[in-house]
């Protein structure tokens, strides 16, 4: 049997290292894995593990984003501040260049974003 792509080629962080869960409650991922991983054609898709803030979430919806308000269909159950989420590495740019960027967990977050920022401006945002 085959294995799921995430389980078959180890996903990296932005230090190379093997990326770490993000969030497993509420769980997240654009394929709801835990891990801001590419997927199985290395299209970056939710890869910047962030922790959300009230300030992010108003922002988000301003730009037609709500992630507050629960979407079962796909598996989405609203977040709130302190919560853990894989966003899009250029929704998170978005923000930055907004003034709102919320803080990244650099050992969850996957080495692809580095092409969209550098990594001084993501430790600059860094949880840890």
């Known amino acids: 049997m085959n294995k799921p792509f995430f ?12 990326l770490r869960p993000c969030s497993i409650s509420p769980l997240t991922g654009f394929f709801r894995t835990g891990n801001c991983i590419t997927g199985p054609d290395g299209q970056a898709r939710h890869t910047v593990c962030i922790e959300v803030t009230e300030d992010f979430l108003a ?26 989420w894989c966003l899009l590495a250029p ?15 650099l050992a ?21």
């Open 108 to 128: 969850a977050t996957h080495q692809s974003v580095l092409h969209h920022v550098e990594i001084d401006v993501l430790k600059r945002y860094a949880v840890e």
């Open 59 to 84: 922002f988000s919806k301003s730009r037609g984003n709500d992630l507050t308000t629960p979407m079962p269909e796909y598996a989405f159950p609203g977040l709130k501040p302190g919560d853990r």
């Open 91 to 105: 929704r998170w740019v978005e923000a930055l260049e907004a003034g709102q960027a919320p803080r990244v967990v």
């Open 7 to 18: 389980e078959q080629q180890p996903e990296r962080n932005v230090f190379g290292e093997p």
